[in-house]
């Protein structure tokens, strides 16, 4: 006799590292070719899932941030995950600030996650498996159920559904 397999799936928020790095490309080239930045130390620079990014002062930063947004959008990668941090002097007015691109779910959310699953009283489990969480249940439609829930619940963050089990 086997261990029975219950249906199952994962909850993540992850972000297309590449994609970050594209979008910062074309940020940096858009702002080196553009007249209103002409003479202008304006960049966007990347450590893993840090951002910095560079202006002469909190106008063109500003600007910088909102062209970072629209490039990230474009490129698939939704802009809720972005926690922008304090700006900071530099030298001069010149300023920086820092923008975490956040994966993962912390704990806070991951656990929000399973009490909106106990409290519906649906017929899934959840569990918090390190950054994610997984949901099982024993029919499929009930996991379907789950993930419409949750859609509707939780959008201050992004979600991906992954690993759907049978």
Do not use: H, W
Not at 121 to 138: C, E, L, N, P, T
Not at 143 to 161: D, G, N, R, T
């Amino acid at each position: 006799m086997g261990v029975i397999q219950l249906p199952t799936f994962d909850i993540v928020s992850e972000v297309d590292k590449q994609e970050i790095r594209n979008a910062l490309d074309q940020v940096n080239k858009e702002v080196s070719t553009r007249f209103d930045f002409k003479g202008s130390d304006s960049r966007v620079e990347q450590s893993e899932y840090l951002l910095t990014v560079f202006a002469d002062d909190e106008f063109k930063l500003s600007q910088v941030l909102d062209i970072l947004m629209a490039k990230l959008a474009k490129r698939g990668v939704d802009v809720r995950c972005l926690d922008r941090g304090e700006v900071e002097k530099v030298s001069g007015n010149k300023v920086k600030q820092q923008v975490t691109v956040k994966t993962g779910l912390e704990t806070e959310l991951a656990k929000k996650i399973i009490r909106l699953i106990k409290d519906s009283k649906m017929k899934v489990q959840g569990s918090i498996q390190g950054d994610s969480v997984r949901i099982s249940g024993a029919k499929r439609d009930n996991l379907q159920e789950a993930i419409q829930l949750i859609k509707k619940s939780i959008i201050e963050f992004p979600l991906q559904f992954q690993n759907f089990r049978d």
